[in-house]
């Protein structure tokens, strides 16, 4: 199935009409992508290996992102982890705009212009050695307004869903509804990943997405492993007819029923449910009742 097929919601037509898709991954990884998930082709400029020069600004703009997207949650992303863990072994997928394409206020939270003299006219200055310093003319840089950073595992198919970012948290009037949807979506698909593996916070707004693409088995629901110890990993096996419904207008979640609700700033419930998993028990999440505080509609897995 290729989006271009479908009737694909008026959200998720905005992106792909106004954005570009993108990709980087170390050049040996391509043929083992699909470059054209869903039929959506990310354009060969657009495919990008971090060990290029070229890739400078689309990395500069992932940490800015990452800055702004996981700075207040105290996760950012060193250059190192992103370069050894997800540029060069696995990939990141997202979409982007020319610098141009955005207002000067997203331009200043990507320090786009940071080191032009005249953003109309002028190409960038080169200046040997700087991270910001660049060959493209300013206006015409690739942004990077979202990425899914994933992890290949050992096991077949199976890939770590590493950072999720997208740009709406500083877009304004210009966001685009369903941005990070779309962007893990095709992600996984760019990847062919059949099983995606994860780590969240129980408090994380990001749950909806998650759960949007699927539901998640619970691996551990308290992980000291883990910067914040109330994180919880899980597995979501990849359903391509799922994938393909989402996409369409009116689209709605299955109807499942919990047995169990959650208060997801519950440390005793928490724990509780970890020694369970522990010692055996399968438990989904299913979905999260947003309020103060959420809660989380689990299930118990046969
Ligand atoms: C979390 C984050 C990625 C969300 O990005 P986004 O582009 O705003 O996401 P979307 O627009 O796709 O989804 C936003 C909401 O619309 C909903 N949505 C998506 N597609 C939809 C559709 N077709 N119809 C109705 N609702 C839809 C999503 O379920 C989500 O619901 P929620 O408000 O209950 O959470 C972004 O805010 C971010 O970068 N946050 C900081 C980093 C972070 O926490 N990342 C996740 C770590 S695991």
Known sequence: MTIAAKDVAA??????????????????????????P???????????????LESRDVVNGLHHLDSFAFGPQEMLMPRWVLFDCGEF?????????????????VRVRYHVGDDDLDWDSRATRHR????????????????PLSMWVAIPCVEPGAWFGH???????????????????????????CAKVRKQYGATQWDSTSLSIHLTLGELELLSAYTPAHTHEETFSYLLEVDDARLEAILSEGWQKPALDHDRLMNAEDSDAIRALHRELEAGARHQLIDVIRGEPNQMRLRKIP
């Open 11 to 36: 959200r998720y037509r905005k992106i792909l009409d106004t954005c570009t898709p993108y990709v980087i991954s170390y050049t040996a990884n391509w043929p083992y992508l699909d470059m054209a």
């Open 38 to 52: 869903m039929g959506v082709e990310i354009p060969v400029e657009r495919r990008y290996t971090a060990t290029s």
């Open 89 to 105: 072994p696995g990939m990141v997928f997202g979409f982007g705009k020319r610098a141009s394409e955005l207002s000067p206020e």
């Open 128 to 143: 040997a050695g700087s991270k910001r310093a660049s060959s493209v003319p300013t206006r015409d840089r690739f942004v």
């Open 163 to 189: 950072n999720l970012s997208s740009a709406n948290l500083v877009l304004g009037d210009d966001a685009l509804p369903g941005l990070g949807t779309l962007t893990k979506l095709l992600g996984m698909k």
